[in-house]
């Protein structure tokens, strides 16, 4: 039995179908609105940002979380993510603990973090790192209306075999 044209067409012709504007709002609106969400900007998230990039060796993420002082100028002759692959492109941050902060400044926390870091060959160890953070509202200008920023070289001072 031979088909007809018509039947051919019909079955050979399946198009997609474009969503109007008012159909696509539709089938969104039960979705979050992601700029409704509030990002947590606490200092102690600002860190947490930072290392979590450093555990998965993302230079670039790791640069966004730093001090805008330290970002304009604090690493001459490289780029920010390039000053921070120099530094810690060869650590390997296995897992971390944060404390309580101590207050350095009325712009600056540090906080003690607890870490196992991996350095090459080398068997990974335990540490303890004192990580400043910053606030400041343009670089040189601390105030606490500013945002937080970590300061990369702080976390570059390691104490190495701590329990």
Sequence with gaps: ????KSSKKKTAKK???????KQVEKLTADKIDASKLKVDTSPKAK???FLEAWKSQDHERMAKHCNKS??????SNFTAEGWIY???GYLS???YSIGEPVRIGECMLQFPVKAVIK?????PASCLMNINVLCELAPYK???KGEWGVNPVSATQISWNVK
Excluded at 1 to 4: H, P
Excluded at 119 to 123: L, N
């Design 142 to 144: 601390p105030d606490l």
């Design 86 to 88: 120099g530094h810690f």
């Design 15 to 21: 198009s997609r179908q474009t969503l109007t504007k």
């Design 119 to 123: 350095s090459g060959a080398v068997e």
């Design 47 to 49: 860190l947490i940002e």
């Design 70 to 75: 330290w970002l304009l100028d604090a690493h």
């Design 1 to 4: 039995m031979k088909k007809s």
């Design 93 to 95: 941050l296995e897992k």
